[in-house]
């Protein structure tokens, strides 16, 4: 029944009364015809490409959307393809224009080595994603144990080279693969039974390994920020659904929800099937070892030239990279084949301005050297018919400190570039000092700090803001935060070293050896090495009593003795935690000091540990989540170090 206002109906009875009479529609059966076409038809003849969409079919026949985009009246010209899960038609119209560069201009193109350099472009949405057809999985196993179908991204990789290769008559038969973060991941799949017309890869910032370091897990701490990208990743197949706010500070909107996993209960996340999979597996386990990037290729033949770039401070995905790259090299006994460039970017910012990130200045655009000196040649030599040779080293590594590049013969340097790296342990020293000498004597010494669940200490200075790139959000920039914000707090230890007399060099991965204990039953160790500024700094005022991070992670400590399995901690037991820092490269200068913070919590991007043993953390219940005294020892014995590769006889 409609509900009637009593007070309302003579009013409105009133105002029918007295309304004019509406106007009689003429007789007969005209119509105002529309002034719309049933399809509008772009003259093109003064654009300077041409585009092609067209739908590609794969073995299983499921088609791919792919736009082919070709400079106009091109012959014999390589392909260049990107793969993507996020929106072919989108990555190719950044702009409305006749010219093929601003067209490209975004994320996901250097465009000023495609355009300037004459290549067909080609950009396919991946399977299940906006225009294509199938089913999308979040990083799409290949065929064996964690999918039992018969197509994965190498399948349709191959199909669609093939059908290119074919069906593109402007092309010289010659093709290249690259692109940026999951755009990364997949070049790397096309390097299993490549098709014979891939002739190079380019994987930048690669997703590799989800658990170990990668996106969803560092060492076995889950990255609860990441949490708005599955949601918008896989609630539908053209991204429009949207994750919401409800906090203008994403650290009060994880403390409220408590868990990650009940957070993702209220945001109907279990509708999911990657979410459903991460809560099933928050171990190392099978699901996560069969999908390692890097363990893949380890046990395939290297077919096509690769170059991996890798950014130094990647705040997304800086284990991938480093972690191929070790994988391959040791089958390219002619340095031919494996390349490796390492440049002082935030994660894809080789395809941006790159002369400065965050307070960081590098007096030259980095990036733009990569593209143009890097880059152009080395895709130039597999993909253009009688091309030169590129004079690109093996390894091409900026030096942050320095802020030059080094050409090298592999990673770390080895001796045959005239240095070597030392695995030097820098110790905790007594009142928080670093020290390079192993402490001596006999009385027990450790330094403590309360860690409270209630209390976590931000990974960022607050208001947090959402992960993203656009609308001022900073999250590229959080890793080169000063991290005065955290030394200042009485739940994270900070061990500072003398000025340095002289440069300290460090090429390679830090690796934690903490003696640690906890009076709970479960702990996060969070390790940052940090290159302290002069308390002024000449030409730089604002650098003055910087805390740069060169290298930092987290470990979750129920997964000391198994990463598979998770163990409770002895509780009140000093305990060894062994773990790699991510790669460095760097220059500790004269008058600065070294920096080591430890801590208990890096929050919110990564969940809380509730510091009670409990079998899934993602449903670990509010009287979990307990305070705890956590003792870093550095007694003979006992001696807490982190092992620095430093750089002798350059």
């Known amino acids: 029944m409609r509900w009637r206002d009593p007070f309302r109906t003579p009013v409105l009875a009133a105002a029918i009364l007295c309304a004019p009479?509406?106007?009689?529609?003429?007789?007969?059966?005209?119509?105002?015809?529309?002034?719309?076409?049933?399809?509008?038809?772009?003259?093109?003849?003064?654009?300077?490409?041409?585009?092609?969409?067209?739908?590609?079919?794969?073995?299983?026949?499921?088609?791919?959307?792919?736009?082919?985009?070709?400079?106009?009246?091109?012959?014999?010209?390589?392909?260049?393809?990107?793969?993507?899960?996020?929106?072919?038609?989108?990555?190719?119209?950044?702009?409305?224009?006749?010219?093929?560069?601003?067209?490209?201009?975004?994320?996901?193109?250097?465009?000023?080595?495609?355009?300037?350099?004459?290549?067909?472009?080609?950009?396919?949405?991946?399977?299940?994603?906006?225009?294509?057809?199938g089913d999308y999985v979040m990083n799409r196993p290949l065929h064996g144990p964690q999918n039992p179908t018969s197509v994965d991204h190498a399948t349709d990789t191959y199909d669609t080279i093939d059908w290119l290769v074919k069906n593109v008559p402007e092309s010289n038969g010659n093709v290249g693969i690259l692109g940026i973060s999951y755009d990364g991941f997949l070049p790397l799949m096309a390097l299993v039974n490549p098709h014979p017309a891939l002739k190079v890869a380019v994987p930048m910032n690669p997703m590799v390994d989800g658990w170990m370091g990668d996106d969803w897990f560092h060492n076995g701490a889950f990255r609860q920020q990441n949490m708005a990208y599955i949601h918008d990743q896989e609630a539908t197949r053209r991204g429009d659904a949207k994750w919401w706010t409800?906090?203008?500070?994403?650290?009060?909107?994880?403390?409220?929800?408590?868990?990650?996993?009940e957070l993702g209960r209220r945001r109907g996340l279990e509708q999911l099937g990657f979410w459903r999979k991460l809560l099933e597996h928050p171990g190392y386990d099978a699901f996560w070892r069969d999908q390692?990037?890097?363990?893949?290729?380890?046990?395939?033949?290297?077919?096509?030239?690769?170059?991996?770039?890798?950014?130094?401070?990647?705040?997304?995905?800086?284990?991938?990279?480093?972690?191929?790259?070790?994988?391959?090299?040791?089958?390219?006994?002619?340095?031919?084949?494996?390349?490796?460039?390492?440049?002082?970017?935030?994660?894809g910012q080789e395809i941006d301005e790159g002369s400065s990130l965050g307070a960081l200045k590098f007096g030259t655009d980095t990036a733009l050297y990569f593209r143009q000196q890097i880059l152009r040649p080395f895709l130039a030599q597999y993909l253009f018919d009688?091309?030169?040779?590129?004079?690109?080293?093996?390894?091409?590594?900026?030096?942050?400190?320095?802020?030059?590049?080094?050409?090298?013969?592999?990673?770390?340097?080895?001796?045959?570039?005239?240095?070597?790296?030392?695995?030097?342990?820098?110790?905790?020293?007594?009142?928080?000092?670093?020290?390079?000498?192993?402490?001596?004597?006999?009385?027990?010494?450790?330094e403590e700090y309360v860690s409270d669940p209630a209390r976590p200490v931000p990974f960022r200075a607050r208001p947090i803001q959402p992960i993203g790139y656009d609308?001022?959000?900073?999250?590229?920039?959080?890793?080169?935060?000063?991290?005065?914000?955290?030394?200042?707090?009485?739940?994270?230890?900070?061990?500072?070293?003398?000025e340095r007399k002289g440069p300290l060099r460090i090429s390679g991965q830090p690796i934690v050896n903490l003696i640690a204990s906890t009076t709970g039953t479960d702990a996060d160790w969070v390790v940052k090495v940090i290159d302290v500024y002069p308390d002024e700094v000449e030409g730089q005022p604002a650098m003055g009593g910087y805390q740069l991070m060169v290298s930092a992670d987290i470990f979750r400590g129920r997964y000391r003795e198994s990463l598979e399995t998770a163990k409770p901690i002895a509780s009140g037991q000093p305990l060894e935690y062994?773990?790699?820092?991510?790669t460095a490269n760097h220059v500790f200068l004269g008058g600065h000091r070294v920096m080591v913070q430890i801590q208990s919590s890096w929050f919110p991007l990564y969940d809380r540990n509730p510091q009670t043993f409990v079998p899934n953390i993602f449903w670990a219940k509010p009287e979990d989540y307990r305070k705890a005294v956590q003792r870093i020892y550095r007694a003979p014995g006992q001696a807490s170090f982190i092992e620095l590769p430093v750089v002798t006889d350059r």
């Open 386 to 446: 009688r091309a030169r040779k590129a004079d690109v080293a093996p390894v091409t590594a900026f030096e942050t400190g320095t802020n030059v590049w080094r050409r090298l013969n592999a990673w770390p340097p080895d001796c045959a570039t005239g240095c070597a790296v030392k695995p030097t342990p820098l110790y905790l020293a007594p009142n928080l000092g670093l020290s390079f000498t192993e402490p001596k004597g006999s009385a027990a010494a450790y």
């Open 578 to 582: 062994r773990f790699a820092l991510p």
């Open 21 to 133: 009479a509406a106007p009689q529609r003429p007789s007969g059966s005209a119509t105002l015809p529309t002034e719309t076409p049933p399809q509008f038809q772009i003259p093109t003849d003064s654009f300077n490409y041409v585009r092609r969409d067209v739908m590609i079919p794969m073995r299983d026949g499921v088609k791919l959307h792919t736009v082919i985009l070709l400079p106009k009246r091109v012959k014999n010209a390589p392909i260049l393809l990107t793969r993507t899960p996020y929106d072919a038609t989108s990555l190719t119209t950044h702009a409305r224009s006749a010219h093929l560069g601003p067209i490209l201009t975004g994320y996901d193109n250097a465009t000023d080595v495609i355009v300037e350099d004459g290549y067909i472009r080609v950009v396919q949405d991946v399977r299940g994603k906006y225009g294509s057809e």
């Open 292 to 347: 390692a990037v890097d363990k893949i290729l380890a046990a395939q033949p290297l077919n096509v030239p690769v170059m991996l770039v890798h950014s130094l401070w990647d705040q997304e995905d800086i284990y991938g990279a480093i972690a191929v790259y070790k994988a391959l090299e040791p089958k390219d006994a002619g340095h031919d084949r494996v390349f490796l460039v390492m440049g002082p970017w935030h994660h």
């Open 471 to 498: 609308n001022g959000l900073t999250w590229p920039l959080w890793l080169v935060d000063d991290q005065r914000e955290a030394s200042g707090r009485p739940d994270v230890l900070a061990f500072v070293s003398d």
């Open 246 to 261: 409800s906090h203008f500070d994403d650290y009060d909107m994880f403390m409220q929800a408590g868990s990650a996993g």
